[in-house]
């Protein structure tokens, strides 16, 4: 399956990216070409890597607040503790006070 991208940006045509791509022959030569897509491609890739990671790191964060909360709630519960309409701290609090 091929996906093509368009460089969307208003204002610049096919001969403005012409203009650019002789333009960035000119700056770094035939042979250079080559080895500027691979680092780009390289750079973008690391990017997407750190975005996932980040992503991931996240979802994982969130994953354990909530887990905290659910043991919280059952620590409470146990305890004969309504946890509806408390915060965290709350909870915490009415927890140490029936221990």
């Known amino acids: 399956m091929s996906v093509n991208y368009v460089l969307i940006i208003p204002g610049i045509g096919p001969s403005e990216m012409m203009i650019v791509a002789f333009i960035v022959m000119l700056l770094f030569g035939a042979k250079k070409l080559p080895e500027l897509a691979r680092s780009l491609g390289k750079s973008k890739g690391e990017f ?8 991931s790191k996240v979802e994982s964060k969130s994953n354990s607040v909530t887990k905290s909360r659910e043991e919280l709630e059952k620590a409470a519960k146990e305890l004969g503790i309504d946890p509806v309409g408390k915060s965290d701290s709350e909870l915490r609090d009415a927890i140490k006070q029936n221990l």
């Open 48 to 55: 997407e890597k750190g975005k996932h990671d980040s992503e």
